[in-house]
Structures are given as C-alpha cells and as structure tokens.
C-alpha cells in the first residue's frame, strides 16, 4: 500500500486542520489505520488509529476529545480532523496502514508508512 498524507499547514493555535492520506492498493480496507507524528527532536509517537471497518478508533490521552480520525474505504482514504490545535501539536503527520484489523497502537504494528505532511501550530 502506498500512502500519501495532506493537508498539513501552518495555523493558529485554536484553529482546525484536516489531514487526509490517500492510499493505494485493495490492502488499505481490510486492515487498521493510524496517524503518528514527529516533533522536533523527539521520538515518533502514536496519535490515532481505526479499525478496518472504522467500528473502533483509539486515541493518545492528548488529543482526545480535539480530534477526530476517520476514514472512506470507498475512497481509499484516512483523514484526521483536528480542532482546538496547540503549540504542542506542531509536528510532522505520518499516515500508517497495514496494521491488525481491530487497531494497534504501535508504530511496529504498520507495515506501511507515508512521507508525512508538517503541522506548525503558532502561539
């Protein structure tokens, strides 16, 4: 599966993005979906994933209640709404797939990895 996340931007704190990452390939709808990212000097660390079917998202304690991941198996495609960004946000925005049907966590869990889109939240 190949994967390509946009979307990404510069905004205020306070404000939305919609990220979106298209996949290619038949594998993308059997299997789970994520978003990890990528602060500056700091390790990749998870966000968001859904299930195959879209029945179970889970989320990181940080942004729960602020965003939302979602995703279009007609379409191919993951999406993941954010509101309420801050500052700690800012971030590279990595799309992940292939990952256990009912949803993983761990970045080791994704066999297939996007280039990543950049999310700069300012004060």
């Known amino acids: 599966v190949q994967l390509v996340e946009s979307g990404g931007g510069l905004v205020q704190a306070g404000g939305s993005l919609r990220l979106s990452c298209a996949a290619s390939?038949?594998?993308?709808?059997?299997?789970?979906a994520g978003w990890f990212r990528q602060a500056p000097g700091k390790e990749r660390e998870f966000v968001a994933a859904i299930s195959w079917g879209g029945g179970n998202t889970y989320y990181t304690d940080s942004v729960k209640g602020r965003f939302t991941i979602s995703r279009d198996n007609t379409k191919n495609t993951l999406y993941l709404q954010m509101n309420s960004l801050k500052p700690e946000d800012t971030a590279i925005y990595y799309c992940?797939?292939?990952?256990?049907?009912?949803?993983?966590?761990?970045?080791?869990?994704?066999?297939?990895w996007g280039q990543g889109t950049r999310v700069t939240v300012s004060s």
């Open positions: 390939g038949r594998a993308f709808s059997e299997y789970a």
């Open positions: 992940a797939a292939e990952g256990p049907p009912a949803g993983a966590v761990e970045a080791g869990d994704f066999h297939s």
